[in-house]
DNA sequence: CGGCTGATGGACT
DNA sequence: GTCCATCAGCCGA
């Protein structure tokens, strides 16, 4: 439904040169990039969480970007806010809202501090800590289902409001302590992407429909929720 | 598999 | 009062 194939050569490999400790040293990489294109590098980067339990780590497969007074689809449309304030900060960090009256849902901040722009977190394959992501997500019938969603993936990873603000790490994802967030780019090798337009935002013509959805093309743990 | 709908509460007009 | 960057269950094909 009017999903743009995007050639192999967009999709190319990560290469982590690029992205000299990208979530680390404000300033650097990330910064001078829009949120789109710090959306189409993230798929397949690895982010992990640690908490007490354990640590949850996923293969990132499906992404939006959004971004500030520009982007009618964003929560930073209409101006600064008490909930979307963590999108005016400094990228790299965790922006985590609330909605529905029940979902959490996960972003990380891609622009410079007092510029708002995210990427939302829409789906991801559990490739460490299934057990413990299994039991936040009891409802799940397949493991494909466990972070197959923005609101999924927030639960599978452990992720709520208590992560809004959080500064992700670059560190290797394996034994986390508590409360860490850790994304991964390094060596990580990324497929063929697709893009579309972002799920549940309505549009007007402009911007709001812009094709800012991207996800690896084929992989059976993109979200099955399209329409908007 | 695809479409439809109730749930449920906080943010914002 | 209205709108959600959603999900699970149920239904029919």
Redesign the pocket.
């Known amino acids: 439904m009017g999903e743009g194939e995007v050639t192999a050569a967009g999709a190319a490999a990560v290469d982590a040169r690029d992205f000299p400790h990208a979530f680390h040293v404000p300033g650097r990489a990330w910064y001078a990039r829009s949120p789109q294109d710090v959306a189409r590098d993230l798929l397949g980067a690895h982010l992990s969480v640690g908490s007490p339990k354990g640590t949850v780590t996923i293969r990132i497969t499906e992404v939006?970007a959004?971004g500030g007074s520009e982007d009618p689809?964003?929560?930073?449309y209409?101006g600064r806010?008490?909930?979307?304030a963590t999108?005016f900060g400094p990228a790299g960090r965790l922006?985590v809202?609330?909605?529905?009256?029940?979902?959490w849902?996960g972003?990380l901040v891609t622009g410079p501090d007092g510029v708002a722009s995210?990427v939302?977190l829409r789906a991801g394959q559990v490739v460490d800590g299934v057990e413990l992501a299994r039991s936040r997500?009891t409802?799940?019938k397949s493991d494909r289902?466990l972070a197959s969603?923005?609101?999924?993936?927030a639960t599978a990873l452990g992720i709520d409001g208590q992560h809004d603000g959080t500064s992700v790490d670059a560190a290797d994802g394996h034994r986390m302590p508590d409360s860490v967030v850790s994304l991964r780019v390094r060596d990580i090798r990324s497929g063929p992407f697709s893009s579309g337009p972002?799920?549940?935002?309505?549009g007007d013509g402009g911007l709001a429909t812009y094709p800012w959805r991207y996800w690896l093309t084929g992989d059976p743990t993109v979200?099955?929720?399209r329409?908007a």
């Not at 689809?73 to 930073?76: D, F, I, K, L």
């Not at 806010?81 to 979307?84: D, L, V």
């Not at 809202?97 to 979902?103: A, D, L, P, V």
Request: glycine letters at 10%; hydrophobic letters at 25%; one cysteine or more.
């Open positions: 939006e959004y689809g964003s929560h930073a209409r806010t008490a909930r979307n999108m922006y809202y609330f909605t529905y009256g029940m979902h849902c972003n995210a939302l997500r409802t799940s289902d969603g923005p609101a999924r993936l972002r799920t549940g935002v309505s979200s099955r929720y329409t």
